[in-house]
Structures are given as C-alpha cells and as structure tokens.
C-alpha cells in the first residue's frame, strides 16, 4: 500500500455509478448519472416528484438495467441478474411501501422470507423464541426500545416501522442500505427518528443512500449531495462543499423562485 494522495479518497466505493442512463420507451428518465456509495457514508439523492430518484435507486438495487453508463460494485462491473442477486450482494432496499405484513407481529415481519428454525427433518419448525429474543435484541442495538416484539406491525408509528425494516436490513448483513423516501410521509419528530436510524447504520459501517426531497432531513446526515432534476444530475457535493443554504436553494429552484417572488411581490 502507498500512502494516500493528499485529498485522495481514503474510502474505497461499494457502489460507483459513472454516467448511468435509463429510458421509458422514449422517456429519459436518467442521463449522465454519478456518483459513489462508499462504506460508513451517507450519499443523499435529492429531487422533485419526477426527478429520477426511485428510477436511479432501482438501478443500484437490480431492479432495472441501465441502458448507457457503467455500473460498478467492489470495483468491478456489477451484473445483478435482478433484485434479489443485489440482495445477495449486499444491497438491501427499503421501499416507500415497507413491504410489511401489518397484522403479524414486530418479530415475525423482521424474519419475513429469513425465518429462524430449530430442529431437522419432520421435527423442523419455527424457532419462536429465538427469533422473538433476537428481534429485540437487534432493535436495542440499533437504539429502538420496543417493549412488546408481539405488537403488531400495523400498531407502529410510520418512523418506527421504518427503523424496524432499517434494523432488519443491517441485522441480514447489508453492506449498502438504500432508503426511497423514507421521511417523506412524516412528521419533525418522526423524521428525526429515521434519521437518527440513518446515521447509526453509517456509524455501523454500512454505505446508506438516502432519497428525500427535503434538504433539511439531508443536510444533517448526509457525506454527500447529488441533485436530480428531470432525469439529469445538477451535480454532486460533498459536504464541505456546500451550505444548508445553497442546498436548500438549489432544491427549491434557485432562480425560478426568485423570479417567482418577484412576480408575487407586494412592494
Ligand atoms: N415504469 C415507468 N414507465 C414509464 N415512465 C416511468 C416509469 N417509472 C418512472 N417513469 C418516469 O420517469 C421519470 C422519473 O420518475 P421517478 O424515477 O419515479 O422519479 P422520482 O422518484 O424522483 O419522483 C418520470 O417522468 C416518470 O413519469
Ligand atoms: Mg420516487
């Protein structure tokens, strides 16, 4: 090993997406698309309804194809077959919709399709207690107090649901975490929950993505900031690159919003 560069990256990337593009049939719904998921970050992708971001993160997590750009994971071009290859990779995808059964308890949503069993042959079966003991175990790790892992999942406040689904991710050993939205339908306090959540998976070394269009839920948590606007990057930052202030600028429209309150004006 050679010592680093001065000001080279220390942080090797799981993920690098160079120049990625997607199309609807005619639609570009992604041009020229960059950036870098490396270990204990948090890499923001900001944007406005229609900006390209589930399209990108279904990208990174195998869901589509990329029609132009490179892929690479570990440094070598990523060929995921599909969602669950990404997933056996390491990359796991919270969705906006969780994915939860709402009716089965905390425990059994957290071992959904990974279920714990005990015992061989005919006597195989479910291994209630460990999975209940390890449910919450998991979730205090993460700093999630939940008494009772026999609740429900349909009881749970939206930001504890997605902590449970967050916890889950990191207990099956994700090396990258990627989250669509995952503030979007909650309140200050709720949001700030979740994003406490964000910043213990980066603390435990997993590579988080985070999609928001809320640059306030991603300027305390984010390493760095790639701005979508129809389909093309307005560029990526990182975070001594810019100012709350310039990001929350550059995600309201900067100068359109200027223009606007010119025009609003009252004198
Ligand atoms: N399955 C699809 N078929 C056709 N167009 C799509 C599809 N999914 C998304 N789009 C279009 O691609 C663009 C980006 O969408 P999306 O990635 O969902 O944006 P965001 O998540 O930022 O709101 C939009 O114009 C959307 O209408
Ligand atoms: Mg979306």
């Given at each position: 090993m050679t010592a680093a560069e001065p000001g080279a990256q220390t942080r090797t990337a799981v993920i690098e997406a160079r120049g990625?593009?997607?199309?609807?049939?005619?639609?570009?719904?992604?041009?020229g698309v960059s950036t870098t998921v490396a270990a204990g970050e948090v890499?923001?992708?900001?944007?406005?309804?229609?900006?390209?971001?589930?399209?990108?993160?279904?990208v990174l997590s195998g869901v589509h194809r990329h029609d132009k750009g490179e892929l690479l994971f570990d440094g070598a071009p990523a060929?995921?077959?599909?969602?669950?290859?990404?997933?056996a990779a390491g990359i796991a995808t919270v969705h906006q919709d969780l994915a939860m059964v709402p009716l089965m308890p905390i425990w059994r949503n957290f071992?959904?399709?990974?279920?714990?069993?005990r015992g061989r042959g005919p006597l195989r079966r479910l291994d209630v207690p460990a999975m209940r003991a390890t449910t919450r175990a998991?979730?205090?790790?993460?700093?999630?107090?939940?008494?009772?892992?026999?609740?429900?999942?349909?009881?749970?406040?939206?930001?504890?649901?997605?902590?449970v689904a967050i916890a889950r991710a990191v207990y099956m050993g994700a090396r990258v975490l990627i989250l669509d939205e995952p503030t979007a339908a909650l309140g200050v306090k709720q949001?700030?929950?979740?994003?406490?959540?964000?910043?213990?998976?980066?603390?435990?070394?997993?590579?988080?993505?985070?999609?928001?269009?809320?640059?306030?839920?991603?300027f305390p948590v984010g390493d760095r900031f790639l701005l979508l606007k129809?389909?093309?990057?307005?560029?990526?930052?990182g975070r001594d690159d810019i100012t709350r202030d310039e990001?929350?600028?550059?995600?309201?429209?900067?100068?359109?919003?200027?223009?606007?309150s010119h025009e609003l004006d009252r004198g």
């Open positions: 990625i593009a997607k199309y609807y049939g005619h639609v570009a719904a992604l041009e890499t923001c992708v900001l944007g406005d309804n229609g900006a390209g971001k589930s399209t990108f993160i279904k060929a995921f077959g599909g969602p669950r290859d990404a997933l071992f959904l399709g990974s279920e714990l069993t998991e979730l205090l790790r993460m700093g999630i107090d939940l008494r009772d892992v026999d609740q429900p999942v349909g009881t749970l406040s939206g930001g504890e649901r997605q902590s949001a700030g929950v979740v994003l406490r959540y964000i910043a213990r998976a980066r603390e435990r070394g997993l590579g988080v993505v985070f999609i928001t269009h809320n640059p306030h839920h991603a129809r389909g093309t990057s307005l560029g990526e930052y990001l929350t600028r550059l995600m309201a429209g900067g100068s359109e919003l200027d223009e606007l």
